[in-house]
């Protein structure tokens, strides 16, 4: 093969690959070129996930008629010219290749007025090729308009997530950016429908609320810190509100949204320890700092930055969150209480286990942990349990229970949720599903984004016993839950599972079926902390026996911790003695 030169074109479809690989990243650059053009309101219009139509109207300062074939040519932008500006970028645009990407990928409209023009002019490009200028009569402003993205290049098209997924980072990304840059009037509306709106404000709350509902943002308290160069400000969760992923910590560096694992990372190490494993916080953060020590030239969509004293700004950030978290007093309510009255921030799980360590630690014993005794437990033939007789409740998270071949621990929350999601899944592959219809209809607000998932899944929480349905914009009202769910709060359950679905945006068909089971089944589990009656007791340690895996909660965790005959008898001495 002889070496050629890529024609125009094709470079550019190249490039359009690092800038723009889906809808999402085409609105993010047109909003970035809006909010670089000074306006004070800015609207979004969405069809079909972005795929046939996206259009950004904005009411900043224009494009002179004269630059418009020069804005959508590659590498020309009128935000840069030295390169020691590169290390001092205050635009979020600066790199002048996304609309010649975006042109060389979609058919792109653009219409544009400065304050000094009479009349605006509007530019075509197809694929890369512009038509003539023409005159057109709009206000003040931008206007552009993106249709049939990817119609040239049919081996991105496959590589699209669902149009539900494509449109929710869409959403995800307009609020983000309306949390950030609050003085802007902001406005998403998909397939015609107003899915998001700002006032311009400057009230970041308002939009907190828009984005995570009234009742969530109760338990998100503002920051504001500063130190040296680096000045924090946002919303940070307490202790209550968690998420099973780390997609609600969201981070802007000097106004620029930034997914940057190690940021994030550090976000996440100033919870440590204060959250179950496996939870994450929800966080908004506003990190300003001079931008010449911050490098955001390295990362083709500019999603990650890099700092010149990293050190620096993750210890901030830790500190920043930490002070946040420790100013808080958490309210006490009955499940903060442990065993002894006292109260107490950690799950009563982890505090009485802590508990036991210290009291076997401070013995002159050779100390015995719970978790060595775990290690040392000896597999028994076959999953099923034997017949067990209740002794009791300890601690009102444990039962513990006597079989022929020793003692069992058993943990009723992770038992329970065993023995739920079995009865669940039985009925559901049996069609015979029943369910409840509750008094009062309970509603639930959502994020746009959540929303939009639970939508997607109403058929599937309908088959197992969930009768939900969509009552205002991203409002739900839940009429009826399966029966075998008595307890728990069911509107608990269904948050967490439109964060299971968030997790894993394309379940297949039965796997959906079980992972909503599962969450829902943690959720309305009796949790640890809570004291049951002899007969609750015994009903949870027959249907246990009645499992067919009763040895491990549908997450994977175990519900009980068998110590054998053997083992009680080695630890006792009894053996050596003998
Ligand atoms: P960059 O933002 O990196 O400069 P773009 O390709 O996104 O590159 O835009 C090229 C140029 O077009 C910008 O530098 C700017 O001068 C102009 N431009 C683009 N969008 C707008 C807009 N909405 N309002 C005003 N000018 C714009
Ligand atoms: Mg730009």
Known sequence: MTIKKLSDTIASQIAAGEVVDRPVSVVKELIENAI???????????????????????????????????????????????????????????????????????????????????????????????SPLQNVAVAIGTEITVEDLFYNVPARLKFLRKDITEAKHIT???????????????????????????TGSKNRLEILQALFGTHETKSLMPL??????????????DLSLTRSNRKDITLFVNGRWVQDPTLTAAVIKAYNTMLMVGRYPVVVLFLTIPTNLVDVNVHPTKAEVRFRDQDHVFSGVQRAIRRGLLAYTPIPDL????????????????SFNEQWQAQTAES???PIGVEALATQQEPLPGTHLPLLRLVGQVASTYLVAEGPDGLYLIDQHA???????????????????????????????LSPEKAGILEANLATMASLGFEIELFGPNTFLIRSIPTIVDRGDPKDAILAVVDAFEEDETPLENEAQAKVAARVCKGMAVKGGQSLTEPEQRSLLLNLEASQSPRTCPHGRPTMIHLSANILERQFGRRGAR
């Open 36 to 130: 670089d053009a000074g306006a004070s309101e800015i609207q979004v219009e969405i069809q079909k996930a972005g795929r046939e139509f996206i259009r950004v109207s904005d009411n900043g300062e224009g494009i002179p008629h004269e630059e418009l074939e020069l804005a959508v040519s590659r590498h020309a932008t009128s935000k840069l010219s030295k390169t020691e500006e590169l290390f001092d970028i205050k635009t979020l645009g600066f790199r002048g290749e996304a609309l010649a990407s975006i042109g060389s990928v979609s058919h792109l409209t653009l219409i544009s007025r400065q304050a000094n023009e009479d009349v605006a002019a509007k530019l075509i490009v197809d694929g890369g090729v512009n």
């Open 172 to 198: 995800g990304l307009v609020t983000r950016y309306a949390m950030a840059y609050p003085h802007i009037r902001w406005s998403l509306t998909q397939d015609g429908n107003l899915e998001f709106q700002s």
């Open 224 to 237: 504001n810190f500063s130190e040296k160069d680096l000045a924090i400000e946002g919303f940070i969760s």
């Open 335 to 350: 499940n903060s209480l442990n065993l002894w009255g006292r109260q107490t921030q950690a799950p009563i799980l982890t």
């Open 415 to 445: 038992a329970h949720e065993r023995v739920l999601f079995d009865q669940m899944m039985a009925q559901y592959r049996a069609s015979t599903v029943s369910s409840q219809k509750l008094i009062d209809a309970i509603p639930v607000e």
């Open 364 to 366: 002159t014993q050779t």
